[in-house]
């Protein structure tokens, strides 16, 4: 990686730490303030919030690719044309997500097992839904920056407004005790993003026009995209929902914080992800597709590098994290660790297929998200009823190894490399050996060192020691993969 990329990669990881820091400080506050049932209730609100937001149907995934072109040819008058497009059916999307939430105010007790008899979910889900229909009044600055490769630009100002609502966040849950002060500071959030980018669109980006055409190729792109869309919310949307449904609110409260965890250490990875997709995109589109395919190997390795270390890591460290965080009321089984723990590792991992399947313009694979979304929302709600929360995780698990593991891949194997997809299955054997013999070399190790954990002081002893013998492990258990040593050579 070049200086440039290093030096995006720590501006985002600052920001993402700090963010993730104070995460973990307001669903703290939250849960002993609040209490586990309305911390499940801000989460169910937050997984509900994401079907409304299917009417953006990948917009900004299709806008994105499609201003990668016009922006390194110069060509403002394509450029216009694309915002214009973009501006137009963000309105018309959220006019409509504003409409439908308001409708389905009613229904919204609905997806609770128990019921909740204060008036205020009413409203606490009205501003909700108007929050989310604010924030794509200005969704197109965001798109422009990003294509433009001002990536860094937009994780300032989503940190900056971040932090300042996280804090406020803070303030009012101790002071006041309120949920509807709470969801008051999403809206200034917003604002501030909104302050930020105006001001520094109309500054470098005066040149757009206006125009009442439409890109005839983004609307087009849309109704792939759609599916993709579907099966993203489906997936990773509906396990607060079916848990608020058929086990209990407080049972959201108690999963959503091991998924805490879990998302900060996704947010991370989804650093560099995001750092590099611009320039990813930018290469895919002045390369052929055999140096394509190579530049794919290194990268991918490198996920599953760190998909590895982080997950094994995660596994041995997160049970004790929360008994300290949150207390041992918020603990989860071993058995239901492990299951999220295979779900952490494809989610580190599975990143780098998408980029440099969104950045080749290949959307129109549809079947696979409808039948990810179909196997993952199916499973989920026949195994809630024998087996509870471990069967709601093993519907996701299924479906990730099924789409996200093999189908997925061999697809862009054939169609963004040129490669055959026994290719792709030679590669992720090889991988699940080197995996396989990390991990329980580490296990066996870091077994060897019985921490036991009392404080805070005594958990960081023992995640430098896992992280340092895990670390280390791995390094030389992957050294025997060529494309390995080739991304060291390379980083050298």
Not at 100 to 125: D, R, T
Not at 198 to 218: A, F, V
Not at 429 to 443: A, K
Request: charged content about 15%; overall charge positive.
């Amino acid at each position: 990686m070049n200086k440039k990329i290093i030096k995006s990669v720590y501006i985002n990881l600052i920001i993402t730490v700090l963010v993730g820091f104070l995460s973990f400080i307001v669903n703290k506050y939250f849960a002993s303030y609040m209490g586990a049932e309305d911390l499940g209730l801000m989460k169910l609100f937050t997984q509900l919030i994401a079907y409304l937001s299917l009417a953006d149907m990948g917009l900004s995934t299709a806008s994105t690719y499609a201003l990668y072109k016009p922006i390194s040819e110069n060509n403002k008058e394509k450029i216009s044309l694309i915002i214009s497009t973009i501006d137009s059916l963000y309105k018309k999307i959220s006019f409509f997500i504003i409409l439908v939430g308001l409708v389905i105010n009613p229904i919204v007790p609905l997806f609770m097992k128990e019921k909740m008899n204060s008036n205020l979910i009413y409203l606490y889900w009205s501003m909700y839904v108007l929050n989310t229909a604010i924030s794509y009044l200005f969704a197109k600055y965001s798109i422009i920056f990003i294509a433009d490769q001002k990536f860094d630009y937009v994780r300032i100002i989503e940190g900056f407004s971040k932090v300042v609502s996280q804090l406020l966040q803070i303030w009012v849950l101790v002071k006041y005790h309120s949920f509807l002060g709470f969801i008051s500071l999403l809206i200034l959030e917003n604002l501030i993003k909104y302050l930020f980018y105006r001001n520094h669109y109309r500054k470098d980006y005066g040149y757009i026009q206006r125009t009442d055409k439409s890109d005839k190729t983004i609307i087009k792109d849309l109704g792939n995209l759609f599916w993709h869309k579907i099966a993203e919310v489906i997936v990773f949307n509906t396990d607060y929902i079916i848990i608020s449904r058929f086990i209990s609110l407080s049972m959201v409260g108690i999963y959503s914080s091991y998924l805490m965890v879990v998302s900060i250490i996704t947010m991370l990875v989804r650093v560099l992800i995001n750092v590099l997709s611009p320039k990813i995109g930018a290469y895919i589109a002045i390369n052929k597709k055999n140096d394509i395919y190579i530049y794919w190997k290194n990268m991918n390795v490198l996920f599953i590098f760190l998909g590895t270390i982080l997950t094994f890591v995660t596994y041995k460290l997160i049970n004790s994290f929360v008994l300290l965080w949150l207390g041992k009321d918020y603990m989860l089984p071993g058995i239901t660790i492990k299951l999220m723990m295979v779900n952490l590792f494809i989610q580190i991992t599975r990143g780098i297929v998408d980029v440099f399947k969104s950045n080749s313009g290949f959307f129109d694979d549809i079947h696979l998200p409808a039948l990810e979304g179909a196997i993952n929302l199916i499973l989920s709600v026949i195994l809630v009823n024998y087996i509870g929360l471990n069967g709601i995780i093993i519907g996701t698990v299924v479906s990730n190894i099924l789409i996200i593991y093999l189908a997925k891949p061999i697809l862009v194997f054939r169609r963004c490399f040129d490669q055959r997809g026994r290719e792709y299955l030679k590669i992720l054997f090889e991988y699940l050996v080197l995996i396989s013999t990390s991990m329980l070399i580490s296990n066996y190790i870091v077994e060897k060192f019985n921490i036991e954990i009392f404080s805070w002081v005594q958990w960081i002893i023992k995640s430098l020691l896992v992280g340092i013998i895990t670390s280390i492990i791995t390094i030389i258990t992957f050294l025997l993969n060529k494309n390995f040593r080739n991304l060291i050579r390379k980083r050298r």
